[in-house]
């Protein structure tokens, strides 16, 4: 719990009973990709006493400060995930909504070279493979 404490402090957030739980839950999840509602629902399984709309404020104010990343994925719905420095990618299987984070340095590098060819400079990126099982 200190290492939430001072994440949240460095941010200049308030430590909060529900931020701790919320980055906590974000940052110990098996799914790095989360919408508020896994977020709040895996809360309340926990026996955590936090209401949707707290878990939604907290996770906006976590996008702001930096320490989440919000992916708009088809679909409809925004998922988190902490946000860890290094960039990847993302594939989305249409069948199951699975996310799956690759990085790829062939791609990293044509992105920045078609930027290059069209006069610019690749400051950021945001590539979202959407894919569906191979018939076997």
């Not at 404020?57 to 988190?80: C, M, P, W």
């Amino acid at each position: 719990m200190a290492d939430e404490n001072q994440e949240l402090r460095k941010v200049g957030l308030k430590v909060t009973l529900p931020r701790i739980k919320i980055l906590q839950m974000l940052e110990s999840a098996e799914q790095h990709h989360m919408s508020a509602e896994d977020v709040y629902k895996s809360l309340i399984e926990q026996g955590d006493d936090v209401g949707l709309a707290t878990v939604y404020r907290v996770l906006t104010q976590f996008e702001t400060a930096g320490l989440v990343v919000r992916h708009n994925f088809d679909g409809g719905h925004s998922v988190f995930e902490v946000a860890r420095g290094e960039h990847h990618d993302h594939m989305v299987d249409i069948d199951s909504g699975t996310v799956i984070e690759f990085h790829n340095d062939e791609i990293e590098a044509l992105q920045r070279k078609i930027a290059a060819d069209h006069g610019y400079e690749l400051t950021d990126h945001s590539l979202v493979l959407y894919v569906k099982p191979l018939k076997k």
